[in-house]
Nanobody, 121 residues
Framework: QVQLVESGGGLVQPGGSLRLSCAASGSIFSIYHMGWYRQAPGKQRELVAISITSSDTTTYADSVKGRFAISRDNAKNTVYLLMNSLKPEDTAVYYC??????????????WGQGTQVTVSS
């Protein structure tokens, strides 16, 4: 019904930048929020940043405030995560997440397949 397709991960040196993209497709009526989570090896998945449609607000994890920026292109149902000043501790699989109301049916919580971000010299 809905697919979230991520792109933009990779290997970057400490202090470098990457931009992740996530495009939602399918029978979408509206998107309540879109955001990014990450999961490092041996750790729980954690929220990185989220963009709430109704209030046009964003929330960030304390560990990424001032370095990461989330943005949306609502016409393309796409969310971006610009990551600056990357640190080795940012290494993780990054997952796109969205709560989407379909044309038919109740809202659902959807996840992308994940994209690896590795920060290393």
């Amino acid at each position: 019904q809905v697919q979230l397709v991520e792109s933009g991960g990779g290997l970057v040196q400490p202090g470098g930048s990457l931009r992740l993209s996530c495009a939602a497709s399918g029978s979408i009526f509206s998107i309540y929020h879109m955001g990014w989570y990450r999961q490092a090896p041996g750790k729980q998945r954690e929220l990185v940043a989220i963009s709430i449609t109704s209030s046009d607000t964003t929330t960030y994890a304390d560990s990424v405030k001032g370095r990461f920026a989330i943005s949306r292109d609502n016409a393309k149902n796409t969310v971006y995560l610009l990551m600056n000043s990357l640190k080795p501790e940012d290494t993780a699989v990054y997952y796109c997440n969205a709560v989407i109301r379909l044309v038919v049916g109740p809202p659902g919580n959807y996840w992308g397949q994940g994209t690896q971000v590795t920060v290393s010299s």
